[in-house]
């Protein structure tokens, strides 16, 4: 049965706003040594990011000896000249094997970028 045109109410054209989207959160990663700035997504890793961009981490032993980043072998050694306060904390691997070199130095397997930060590779 259809109901009497009396039943039907005007339907209101609903106004959906959309919520905000985030804005995309970017980090940018200088390397020094070899004049590349490279644009990576909030909590990219620094390794990583080394390697999708062609820059060279490892000394000749580190090429034949690392871990694979897995936070084990200590051959990713960059020094960041600005922006530590933009990477991950120090993870207790670090600590330990970072123990006798600068502050500035961190393992580039283990670091995350989350904001603007400048290294230099093999320091
Ligand atoms: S690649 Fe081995 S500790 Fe970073």
Avoid: H, W
Avoid at 31 to 47: D, I, S, T
Avoid at 58 to 78: D, E, P
Avoid at 85 to 111: D, G, H, I, W
């Amino acid at each position: 049965m259809q109901p009497a045109d009396t039943d039907l109410q005007p339907v209101e054209e609903a106004v959906v706003q959309e919520p905000p989207k985030p804005a995309f959160q970017s980090a940018s990663i200088n390397f020094v040594k070899e004049g590349k700035e490279v644009v990576a997504a909030q909590g990219a890793n620094l390794r990583i990011k080394a390697i999708e961009n062609q820059v060279d981490l490892y000394t000749f032993g580190g090429k034949l000896m690392n871990c694979g980043g897995n936070g084990q072998c200590g051959t990713c050694i960059v020094e960041v000249i600005e922006g530590m306060e933009n990477l991950s904390p120090r993870t207790a691997f670090e600590e330990r094997k970072l123990k006798k070199k600068p502050a500035s130095y961190r393992l580039a397997c283990q670091a995350l970028v989350n904001g603007a930060v400048s290294v230099k590779t093999k320091p």
